[in-house]
């Protein structure tokens, strides 16, 4: 299945002491490019979580986001150092005799001091933890994945629908190049029997100008080139629609394709002294270039 780089999904749980949101989007990357953006609590995971994500999405930016909330648990507990207090004391009241100074000291201000109390967080179970974040995780892989499946849809039959319009353009400049020649011909014996104020022309002669000019304006290899680079993006989008391993870095195949249909259709141009094949050839261009756009958005 051709997937898009684009995508979105979301995922939430909630019980009696927990709840979690699970948010990831995507635009285009040439690489992997994954942020988190979570709770400090949830950090031990994200190795776990990275690692789960490559069996969902190879390329694109991904951004995840992550909100928890816990319920009736308390996260931290307050630790009261006597031994510390002790000390502060002990110190404050030798202060207080050599300096001669009033010892005022009260609970209020030995509270204030640095290490009298700490806060510190309860330790949790990351094992029942991770058991409730994995689940969440992997239904909104899930359903992210099945956004960029169905924009990969849309991106297949629209590329198919560009391929088939250039074949078109290609076939109208293969019917054009006979009635190029014939009215090159056309031209020159007019001009010639201008020239030579005569009905007498040399057909010969003629007949190999219109050989040489030919020769110039040929470009049957390049439009049978074209037909097969077509045929080649066809058959790649079409193997790569129906099977999932054949999807696999088909975004640079295609944009090495379109790359030489480029080059094809610049030559196409180069050649042309016909102002039809050039406006043929400009509008193949334009098409080969927004197949190259829609590429890029193909993981």
Not at 130 to 154: H, L, M, N, Q, Y
Request: net charge negative; aromatic share 8%; glycine share 4%.
């Amino acid at each position: 299945m051709i997937k898009s780089m684009t995508g979105f999904g979301r995922s939430e749980k909630t019980n009696e002491s927990r709840r979690i949101v699970i948010e990831m989007k995507a635009v285009n990357h040439r690489y992997a490019d994954v942020s988190f953006k979570m709770p400090k609590k949830l950090g031990p995971f994200e190795i776990q979580m990275r690692n789960i994500l490559k069996e969902y999405a190879k390329r694109g930016k991904i951004d995840i986001y992550m909100t928890y909330e816990e319920f009736g648990e308390q996260e931290s507990v307050v630790s009261y150092n006597e031994n510390i207090a002790k000390e502060y004391l002990k110190y404050m009241k030798q202060m207080a005799e050599n300096l001669e100074l009033v010892n005022d000291v009260k609970v209020t201000h030995m509270s204030r001091f640095p290490e009298v109390f700490t806060l510190r967080e309860l330790e949790i179970d990351e094992e029942a933890l991770w058991g409730f974040i994995e689940p969440v995780f992997r239904d909104a892989c899930d359903k992210f994945v099945e956004a960029r499946s169905t924009e990969g849809k849309r991106l297949y039959d629209d590329l198919i629908s560009k391929l088939d319009h250039m074949l078109e353009l290609v076939e109208e400049i293969d019917k054009r190049y006979p009635d190029i020649l014939k009215e090159y011909r056309s031209k020159l014996t007019e001009k010639v029997k201008e020239l030579l104020s005569t009905a007498s022309v040399d057909e010969s002669r003629i007949a190999t100008e219109v050989t040489i000019f030919a020769d110039k304006i040929c470009v049957d290899e390049e439009t049978v080139r074209l037909k097969s680079h077509v045929s080649a993006a066809r058959d790649t989008l079409a193997s790569a629609f129906l099977d999932d391993k054949e999807s696999e870095g088909i975004g640079r195949k295609l944009d090495f394709i379109a790359q030489e249909m480029n080059r094809e259709a610049n030559t196409i141009l180069s050649k042309s002294t016909d102002i039809e094949i050039s406006n043929i050839g400009i509008d193949l261009k334009t098409e080969i270039e927004k197949v190259r756009e829609q590429i890029q958005n193909i993981e």
